[in-house]
């Protein structure tokens, strides 16, 4: 049967997220695919089981679902291909292992997802891979820390909980040059606010657990390549047996059709929120690239196409009374929920730790306070806001 979804390339992004990663002709005319659950195969002959000489052969090389969700990422990222993992630390963990070898040296961007600076200080150094950690803001300077060992540089823009902007472009170039892999986690933009692949990175790696499932219900990754590192990337995941399950696949795709219209709404609301808070005297600072006031606007202003509705802001707190001042604020609030993770539909807050950080530390004027803005309204999130700073005086 033809082919006759709609030609989406040059159409909208709304557009293309509701068209793209299936073809309804496939399943009898129905919009959205079916969730095929499959461990055991069967061939038609030995043969072709031999040989095989059929599209899908055992539930871990992939099912109609999940290759229905693979397709969709190849679009939105410009892959080769991109595999499914069962969380976001895998889609970091698993290239990492793809591209690493005991005697190499990575270098990691310092404000890196914490699980992140985990994995490597303990797996990675126990394989025997060299880590060392660079200043996010290090631009072409990176180059004097590539060693003749050196095979991969991992990057994260905005970084975790700080936001601190890389240029991409430049890291990318200089790391070619010395054939090294980049890997970015871009989690924070989605392939909607930045493509990594256009930029010279090699790998974009997303916790898809969150802009693209959106509904806080799912935990799941996926890691796309181009094609000079897609068939690596998928024979370690092949060899690890690692997959992501169809029914995961299936709520991810769903929650790729209103992926676009959901971080509209956070962008928006994120931004409003960010620049009251910048007029507040009981917050030092606000981490938010889009703001003019952060110094990497003019990166993000240049590369990205959005914001999400993530960001920080420094509590004006002396090291006396931080503490108390900070649990105070967090727990008179309603609306914003204590939780980690964040791209739902809820607002969350969390105070930030950066003991762990070796190059950008904590600032020394407050206490960072990560906040994920959801789909409520304003008004009603800084009425929140304004309770708990309201408490934080008290103290």
């Given at each position: ?5 709609p ?36 061939f ?16 871990t ?7 229905a ?76 820390l590539?060693k ?30 010395h ?30 657990t ?100 993530v ?51 904590a ?30 005086a008290?103290?």
């Open positions: 049967m033809s082919d006759n979804r030609q989406s390339a040059d159409a909208g992004v709304n557009t293309r997220l509701a068209h793209m990663g299936n073809n309804p002709r496939d399943y009898h005319g129905f919009v959205n695919p079916p969730i095929v659950r499959a461990s055991t195969v069967l038609p002959d030995v043969a072709t089981m031999e040989k095989r000489g059929q599209k899908y052969t055992y539930g090389r992939g099912t109609p679902t999940t290759d969700l693979c397709d969709a990422f190849n679009e939105l990222e410009g892959a080769a291909g991109t595999i499914l993992v069962p969380s976001g630390l895998a889609a970091i963990s698993i290239p990492f292992l793809a591209y690493l070898s005991a005697g190499d040296h990575a270098l990691i961007v310092d404000s890196v997802y914490t699980p992140c600076r985990d994995f490597c200080n303990t797996m990675l150094k126990r394989l025997g891979v060299e880590i060392e950690y660079y200043d996010p803001e290090i631009g072409a300077g990176i180059e004097a590539i003749p060992n050196t095979r991969l540089i991992h990057t994260e823009a905005p970084g975790s909980n700080t936001f601190e902007m890389q240029d991409i472009r430049v890291i990318s170039d200089v790391a070619h040059r054939d090294c892999v980049v890997t970015m986690d871009n989690t924070w933009a989605t392939p909607l606010y930045f493509r990594p692949l256009d930029f010279g990175v090699d790998v974009s790696i997303h916790a898809t969150k802009y693209p499932s959106g509904h806080s219900d799912i935990v799941m990754g996926s890691v796309s390549a181009n094609a000079k590192h897609w068939r690596r990337l998928e024979d370690t995941r092949v060899a690890m047996g690692i997959c992501g399950s169809p029914d995961d696949s299936y709520q991810i795709l769903r929650g790729l059709r209103t992926m676009g219209i959901r971080l509209e709404h956070h962008q928006k609301s994120a931004l409003d929120i960010a620049q009251w808070l910048e007029g507040r005297d009981d917050v030092a600072r606000v981490l938010h690239p889009a703001l003019s006031s952060f110094p990497g606007h003019e990166i993000w202003k240049r590369d990205f196409k959005g914001s999400s509705g960001f920080s802001f420094v509590l004006n707190a002396d090291a006396e009374n931080a503490r108390a001042r900070t649990h105070a604020f967090l727990d008179t609030l309603k609306y914003f929920g204590l939780g980690y993770s964040w791209g739902g539909f809820e607002s969350l807050a969390v105070a930030v730790n950066l003991s762990d950080r070796t190059i950008r530390k600032p020394s004027d407050g206490v960072v306070i990560r906040l994920q803005i959801g789909l409520e309204d304003v008004a009603d999130l800084k009425s929140d806001l304004e309770a708990g700073f309201a408490a934080a008290l103290v």
